[in-house]
Nanobody, 123 residues
C-alpha cells in the first residue's frame, strides 16, 4: 500500500517562499508518477505540478510555471515542491498524489493521496 505524507506548509508573506515535502512509501511501481494538487476553500482541487521518477519531464499548471519547481530525491523517496514568489491566491491545502505511468491533471485519475498541508499567503 502506498502512503504519502506531506509536510512544510505554513504561513508566509506574499513574495516569500516555501518548500513542501512528500515522503512516499510502498510499491514503487504504483507511484512512478508523483504530483502536487491544491484546493482552496469553495474551489475544486487543481493540478499544480507533476513528474515521473524515472527522469521524465516535469509538468506545471500555468499558474505554477516560472514560480514553482517539482523535484524528487530517489534515495529519500521524497518529492518536493519549491514555491517562490508566493501570492495570496496560492493559499490552499496542498496535496501530494501518486499514480502509474502518465502525469495527468485530473485528480480523479490518481490512486493515492496524502493528508494535505495548509499553505497560507498573507498579502
Amino acid at each position: 500500500q502506498v502512503q504519502l505524507v506531506e509536510s512544510g506548509g505554513g504561513l508566509v508573506q506574499a513574495g516569500g517562499s516555501l518548500r513542501l515535502s512528500c515522503a512516499a512509501s510502498g510499491p514503487t511501481f504504483s507511484r512512478d508518477v508523483m504530483a502536487w494538487f491544491r484546493q482552496a476553500p469553495g474551489k475544486e482541487r487543481e493540478f499544480v505540478a507533476g513528474m515521473l521518477w524515472n527522469g521524465g519531464g516535469r509538468y506545471y499548471s500555468e499558474s505554477a510555471k516560472g514560480r514553482f519547481t517539482i523535484s524528487g530525491d530517489n534515495a529519500k523517496n521524497t518529492v518536493y515542491l519549491q514555491m517562490n514568489s508566493l501570492k495570496a491566491e496560492d493559499t490552499a491545502v496542498y496535496y501530494c498524489a501518486a499514480r502509474r505511468v502518465v502525469v495527468t491533471a485530473s485528480p480523479q485519475t490518481y490512486d493515492y493521496w496524502g493528508q494535505g498541508t495548509q499553505v497560507t499567503v498573507s498579502s
